[in-house]
């Protein structure tokens, strides 16, 4: 048996040429799912194949096709959670396709973007670049020199078949709405980073919040992406003379949140606080985080069928996913 197994291990395309009975190039043109073969000796090779545990591989198959049956995608910061949405739904879209996913983690540094997107295409079938960091012109001209290539998260981008958005933009009207109906007219917002196109959605959001609400005071002050930003941001959210919190992300505002419960300040009656994304930790928090769903996973898959790789029998693939709000434990009524 170890024998036959240790055989197998060595089984090359000639082998099953000549079991099958049949020229190199016939076997060739069978794993590698050409039509022009006889079904008759298209089946011998296949059965020769299975009794020998021939398995071509996939890099020569590459070599043959032109094609790897990869992606690559690039991410700004694989250690937020909201990121990992957008590779689950990429990832399990692209493998009901036969596609698997190539990742790589640009860091927040703007200027490895670029470099990174042109060595993962050379090694994929197309790209997703996901909330690249990256000046307009060097993502779009990164779309056109890279196609095929989709963009996530760019809304000052055209919106056409290579961008795919979450609302963005209404997430902060939604947090703000929320908190204007409790009461709360003095809201500190922790931006994120200056270089996000989502941070920019959300002050345009802002923007349009007030011009409705001119009462409403909104104060802008960094807050980072990280858990530890939103720890090292409790000094300043004390400072602020303000009822009410709206966070960049869910992960800051978790922080913050356990840097509040470290100094004895009561969640919600003294402080509320909401954030963004809705990440797996939100919802066990300490209070349960209000936080807007957007989706990432959505946004990946339809980022995939946006690539256009293979027919997509009718299925819609919006250009933008939707938002909603989702209230906990961490806001309430402005203190009395």
Not at 211 to 223: A, C, D, I, S, Y
Not at 226 to 244: H, I, K, N, R
Request: charged share 20%; aromatic share 4%; with cysteine.
């Amino acid at each position: 048996m170890s024998q036959r197994a240790g055989s197998r291990r060595g089984v090359t395309i000639a082998d099953v040429a000549r079991t099958a009975g049949v020229s190199l190039a016939t076997v060739s043109r069978v794993m590698n799912g050409r039509q022009t073969v006889d079904a008759t000796l298209a089946d011998r090779v296949r059965t020769a194949a299975t009794d020998l545990g021939y398995a071509p591989s996939p890099l020569a198959r590459g070599l043959v096709n032109g094609r790897t049956d990869t992606v690559a995608l690039i991410v700004p910061d694989l250690g937020n959670p909201s990121f990992h949405g957008v590779l689950h739904g990429l990832s399990g879209a692209a493998l009901d396709d036969g596609f698997r996913v190539l990742v790589a983690d640009s860091r927040e540094k703007v200027s490895d973007e670029p470099v990174l997107a042109r060595d993962l295409r050379r090694r994929a079938d197309a790209i997703v670049l996901c909330s690249p960091r990256s000046e307009t012109s060097v993502v779009a001209g990164l779309l056109e020199e890279l196609a095929p290539a989709v963009v996530v998260n760019r809304r000052d981008l055209e919106q056409d078949v290579t961008n795919v958005v979450n609302a963005s933009d209404h997430c902060a009207e939604l947090v703000l709405e929320h908190l204007h109906s409790l009461g709360h007219r003095r809201v500190l917002y922790l931006s994120g980073r200056e270089v996000s196109a989502s941070n920019a959605a959300r002050l345009d959001g802002i923007a349009q919040f007030r011009r409705l609400h001119p009462e409403m005071q909104v104060e802008v002050r960094f807050g980072g992406t990280t858990l530890a930003d939103g720890w090292g941001a409790c000094d300043a959210v004390l400072a602020a003379d303000v009822t009410a919190v709206m966070v960049f992300n869910d992960m800051t505002a978790l922080g913050l949140l356990a840097a509040l419960a470290e100094r004895g300040v009561p969640v919600p009656d003294r402080l509320s606080v909401a954030g963004v994304d809705d990440v797996p930790y939100a919802a066990y928090s300490h209070p349960p985080l209000t936080t807007v769903v957007t989706d990432p996973s959505a946004v990946g898959a339809q980022a995939w069928w946006r690539l256009g790789l293979v027919p997509q029998d009718g299925r819609e693939s919006p250009h933008r996913v939707d938002a909603r709000l989702v209230v906990r434990r961490s806001t309430g009524p402005v203190p009395a």
